[in-house]
């Protein structure tokens, strides 16, 4: 069984650019959140999608959008870049019918130069 | 989210157990106490949860006090691998902040031959 699985595992871009990351979630879950990690910090939460509708959200600018897809499956967009968007992206899933449980991807690097 | 207070490091021999305290004195009842560790560059990975009573599992051992405002993770017999930024969470897991982690700076914690 698959765990949080996460694409592309690193990836750089210029400032202004925009980027996307994938994220499917581990078997079974129906519900993706997405984190950033900056170097030195703990993960900030971004976003949570559930029924291909964005949920909850952190402190973030309309810049970081997102998607789910029908199979649970969800991208992060981040539209702009800016040099502070440098970090680890992490993804976590989850589902309340198989308990409280968050699970975490490996996390896709962003370098914006 | 209640808020939660760690050591900012610790160092354990390796084969002693390691216990790594956290408080958490504003939870809510309705709160679990989770903890993930972090090893460098990597996801955080989910070691254990619980509402009240003290749990075991494979990983870990976690005793919280009878009022709930701290707690204890244990690992048993700690190795070389277990070197890594442990985080303490109080999370409202299964209602309005489901699925939403809020992670402080986390303990780290050295294991050392």
């Known amino acids: 069984d698959a765990g949080v699985t996460q694409s592309p595992t690193h990836l750089i871009k210029t400032r202004g650019q925009q980027v996307t990351l994938r994220c499917s979630p581990k078997?079974?879950?129906?519900?993706v959140s997405w984190y950033q990690q900056a170097l030195g910090q703990g993960p900030q939460f971004i976003f949570q999608?559930?029924?291909?509708?964005?949920?909850q959200r952190g402190n973030f600018p309309d810049r970081f959008s997102g998607h789910q897809f029908p199979n649970y499956s969800s991208e992060l967009n981040v539209n702009a870049l800016l040099l502070g968007d440098s970090a680890l992206y992490l993804c976590?899933?989850?589902?309340?019918?198989?308990?409280?449980?968050?699970?975490f991807g490996e996390g896709s690097w962003l370098t914006v130069v | 989210d209640a808020k939660t207070t760690q050591p900012t490091s610790m160092d354990c021999a390796e084969g002693r157990a390691a216990n790594l305290p956290c408080n958490h004195s504003?939870?809510?009842?309705?709160?679990?106490v989770y903890w993930y560790r972090q090893i460098h560059s990597q996801g955080p990975q989910y070691i254990i949860h619980?509402?009240?009573n003290n749990e075991t599992n494979e990983m870990a051992s976690l005793i919280i006090t009878e009022d709930r405002k701290s707690s204890t993770l244990i690992l048993p017999h700690a190795t070389l691998r277990d070197t890594a930024v442990y985080y303490c969470?109080?999370?409202?897991?299964?209602?309005?902040?489901?699925?939403?982690?809020?992670f402080g700076q986390g303990t780290i914690l050295t294991v050392h031959p």
């Open positions: 976590a899933s989850s589902s309340l019918q198989e308990g409280n449980t968050i699970y």
């Open positions: 078997s079974g879950h129906d519900t």
């Open positions: 999608y559930y029924e291909e509708e964005e949920r």
């Open positions: 504003t939870i809510s009842g309705n709160e679990y």
């Open positions: 619980g509402l009240k």
């Open positions: 969470i109080v999370s409202n897991a299964g209602g309005t902040s489901y699925g939403k982690l809020t």
